[in-house]
């Protein structure tokens, strides 16, 4: 059953003390912080005013069966060697290791299958909660994924959460159509890649312009899919210093096209390094220029969309974001919209 949502139902945040069991630097040279500080402020607006009044789920009954969704989704060869690497470091002691020696993307230490586990766990829990119709929305903090490849890690992320619930959303729950909407800085480039050829998922990526200078390089408003997913990818880049009004106003342009979709579930990779402040992406970085209510508008308008699809539900799972005030303030933001989201009247 697709559940449609009222104001009643609440919100849901999840998060897992597992997840901070990955140790790896992550964000620009000089400006680095680890994944442990990222989740504990993601998790430090849970602690704020808003937090209280969202549903905190901290375990899922996926955790263990996380594996097979995983594999539903990504080469079963990479899920191995992530696992191999990660048990051979628990095993033979050792801080981290790279998962590609030529990658310092790629740092994985003991926990970090774990940690993956976790990540994916809490979509899935997500999913069923807005789609089996106990919460309008929820949001999963957990590790990023937007750049994993079906078959490859690269860019802190190693196993793709949302690209994993879109899957399980359309194989498991039995759903027609879902769209991913991926407003972090970089060019979602792995759920891209899964889906690419894909007609039941819609993948929306509005990032910085891709050029020779900005990770990870594709992203042009050319890449629109393939073969029966022609026209079901679409890239919106965007050149700095864009910012709020340049995000929402991007965002409003190719609404019709995400409505016409009829999505059955609104996924959203919710990065948070085009935030001024990021040191990768904001204006310290590469200079785009959000601020905490630009994302939390950005937001608004997402959910806005989903209500006119028919009050479809709607799903967050953190991405980016290397500023850790920023980080914090973005999660509340968001939190503090899926909370004031009015169920009006279709
Ligand atoms: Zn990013």
């Keep these: 059953m697709i559940a449609n949502h009222s104001n009643d139902n609440p919100v849901i945040a999840y998060f897992s003390a597992t997840s901070l069991n990955h140790h790896a630097e ?11 500080q990222r989740m504990e402020a993601a998790r430090a607006a849970l602690d704020r005013s808003v937090g209280r009044r969202v549903q905190l789920e901290t375990e899922s009954p996926y955790a263990r069966a996380a594996d097979r969704f995983i594999c539903d989704t990504h080469d079963p060869e990479l899920w191995k060697q992530i696992c191999k690497v990660d048990q051979a470091l628990r095993t033979n002691g050792g801080r981290s290791v790279r998962l590609y020696p030529k990658d310092p993307d790629t740092e994985i230490s003991a926990g970090t299958a774990g940690a993956l586990r976790a990540s994916v766990a809490g979509l899935l829990s997500c999913i069923d909660a807005v789609v089996d119709g106990r919460a309008r929305s929820a949001f999963s903090l957990g590790l990023p994924g937007h750049h994993a490849t079906r078959d490859r890690a690269m860019g802190f992320c190693f196993i793709n959460p949302i690209a994993v619930g879109a899957q399980y959303a359309i194989r498991r729950k039995q759903l027609p159509r879902v769209l991913v909407i991926d407003i972090d800085v970089h060019h979602g480039n792995g759920t891209q ?9 819609l993948f929306v990526s509005m990032h910085r312009y891709p050029s020779v200078r900005f990770y990870p390089l594709s ?14 990818t679409v890239n919106v880049p965007l050149k700095p210093p864009a910012g709020n009004t340049e995000y929402v106003a991007a965002l409003q342009r190719i609404r019709p096209q995400l409505v016409a979709f009829r999505p059955n579930l ?28 630009g994302y939390g508008q950005l937001v608004a ?11 479809v539900g709607v799903v967050l ?30």
């Design 26 to 36: 992550m964000g620009r040279k000089g400006a680095s912080v680890t994944s442990k």
């Design 219 to 232: 992203g042009w408003a050319s890449e629109t899919g393939e073969g029966k997913g022609r026209d079901h």
């Design 193 to 201: 890649d899964i889906f690419y050829a894909r007609d039941d998922v």
């Design 266 to 293: 609104v996924l959203v990779s919710a990065g948070f390094d085009a935030h001024i402040d990021d040191p990768l992406g904001g204006k310290r970085g590469t200079g785009m220029s959000l601020t905490t209510e």
């Design 301 to 311: 308008e997402i959910l806005d969309i989903a209500r006119e699809c028919g009050r």
């Design 317 to 346: 799972g953190l991405e980016g974001g290397y500023h850790l005030g920023a980080l914090t303030d973005c999660v509340e933001i968001s939190l503090e919209k899926m909370l004031g989201a009015r169920a009006a009247p279709r």
